[in-house]
């Protein structure tokens, strides 16, 4: 137990000492369940989500993308379902009248006693709905009123007659979309796992209802692949398909992705807990929309010369928990070395340049040189460090995970070559200064 826990606390360390994650208005004392991204954090987040759009939208041809508001129309929660049943279960501890998820503490180790105060005295769960309220406009009335978006599905459903009107899409095809969600989650914690405001990518896949069963099985498995070619190892990783009374209101089937989280067993449970969710939505949110709008939202079937609503399969992520997947499993000590063995395509910086002195003007020269001609190659962030010694500079880019580090030594003024040395395998290569950036974009080829 103690190892997992440690495990997450390194991680937490790292990723403030290093600029990935800072708590959300720090100097106020911070806010429940809320995130900052830091100079690394954005990378490594940009590069998961670009990651996923190419796999998505960009290599298949029956997908297109959407940028959706935030605020919608009041109305889209009510014909969704999400102001009825977007709800958890409620429990407060009469003695010390703190707030839980009643499913989070009948989880606990401890059963029902109070976390906070070890009593047993609760009052009756009540459901809370996790849509945060809002106003738009300057008059807080209730016509005035509605919700920042729990999820960005609901955007891709209302925008589903503009994207068939516009695009000449053929069933099934998906429209898919990366943006923020709010939940006001009664329970947070466990980092960036649980949070309140996180960045979403979901694919609506829109397809016959004879084939609805086919193609649930078809996301799966890419999903699941998507993970595995990212570096996330396969052990780690399950499928695990939800009973009857934990579904979602709109679903008639759910699958989760599940990773064997650290803190989960820290805490006495069983690691497994939901990376990402795979689910068939039906014809559930369409039908609601074109009911309680009164526009058609049905497709017509050329070939059939019929109109239907299509069904829907829904694979859903958070970026968050997704690199806080990537990060736990990328999580290597190998003596005092710490090293981030992300895979290329997902680290904030792709190579690191030093000089091996940062007092000879001559070394500093050619490095300043081979690192402006680096970052303007197309290779993404490249990285320059001059401080402390050469051992230190490696050991620093590997526990932010940068595959590749050149350093330019006297040899270089020479004869124009520098090494290159691998954050995995720690060899050095010389190879020559006008061929690096060829070199390095075929070593970092993904
Ligand atoms: N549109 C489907 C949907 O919203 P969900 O299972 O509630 O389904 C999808 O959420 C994914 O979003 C989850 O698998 C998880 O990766 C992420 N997620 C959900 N709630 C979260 C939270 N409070 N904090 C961080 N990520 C969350």
């Not at 041809?61 to 009825?84: C, E, F, R, T």
């Not at 947070?188 to 084939?211: D, H, S």
């Not at 929309?289 to 958070?318: C, N, Q, R």
């Not at 993404?380 to 460090?385: E, N, P, R, T």
Request: charged share 30%.
């Amino acid at each position: 137990m103690a190892e997992e826990n440690k495990l997450m606390e390194k991680i937490v360390s790292l990723t403030k000492r290093r600029g990935f994650i800072f708590q959300g208005s720090e100097i106020y004392g911070g806010v429940g369940g809320i995130y900052d991204l830091g100079p690394l954090g954005v990378e490594l987040a940009n590069n998961i989500k670009a990651a996923w759009w190419k796999n998505i939208v960009q290599e298949r041809d029956n997908v297109v993308g959407l940028d959706s508001a935030i605020l919608m129309n009041k109305q889209v929660w009510h014909a969704s379902g999400h102001v009825d049943s977007f709800a958890d279960p409620l429990i407060e501890c009469k003695n010390c009248h703190t707030r839980y998820r009643e499913d989070a503490i009948q989880q606990t180790v401890k059963g029902l006693t109070c976390p906070n105060c070890g009593k047993s005295n609760w009052t009756p769960p009540r459901m809370f709905n996790l849509m945060f309220k809002t106003h738009i406009g300057p008059v807080e009335n209730e016509a005035s009123e509605t919700f920042l978006r729990p999820e960005t599905a609901q955007g891709i459903f209302v925008n589903f007659g503009n994207v068939v009107d516009t695009m000449r899409v053929k069933l099934p095809f998906g429209i898919a979309q990366i943006g923020k969600g709010f939940r006001n989650e009664i329970t947070i914690g466990n980092f960036l796992f649980r949070v309140r405001e996180f960045e979403m990518m979901e694919l609506e896949y829109f397809t016959y209802l004879k084939q609805a069963d086919k193609d649930f099985e078809y996301w799966q498995k890419e999903r699941m692949n998507w993970f595995v070619s990212l570096g996330i190892d396969k052990k780690n990783l399950r499928f695990r398909e939800h009973a009857d009374d934990e579904r979602a209101h709109y679903a008639v089937r759910s699958v989760d992705i599940e990773y064997d989280w650290p803190f989960a067993q820290a805490q006495g449970k069983p690691g497994w807990l939901e990376l990402e969710g795979i689910a068939n939505r039906t014809d559930y949110d369409l039908k609601q929309h074109a009911k309680e709008s009164g526009k058609d939202l049905s497709y017509f079937d050329e070939e059939t010369k019929e109109k239907i609503v299509p069904y829907v399969i829904e694979p859903s992520l958070g970026v968050g928990r997704a690199m806080l997947a990537f990060l736990i499993d990328a999580y290597h000590e190998d003596g005092d070395r710490v090293v981030l063995k992300l895979k290329p395509e997902l680290t904030p910086y792709k190579a690191a340049v030093f000089p091996l002195l940062a007092n000879k003007p001559e070394l500093v020269k050619l490095a300043q040189k081979i690192y402006l001609e680096l970052k303007t190659s197309d290779l993404g962030l490249i990285a320059w460090d001059d401080r402390g010694n050469i051992g230190k500079r490696y050991y620093s880019q590997d526990e932010i995970g940068t595959p590749f580090c050149a350093t330019i030594d006297f040899q270089s003024l020479e004869d124009q070559t520098v090494t290159i040395r691998d954050r995995d395998s720690m060899k050095q290569d010389r190879v020559k200064v006008n061929k690096l950036s060829s070199v390095l974009k075929e070593k970092l080829r993904y």
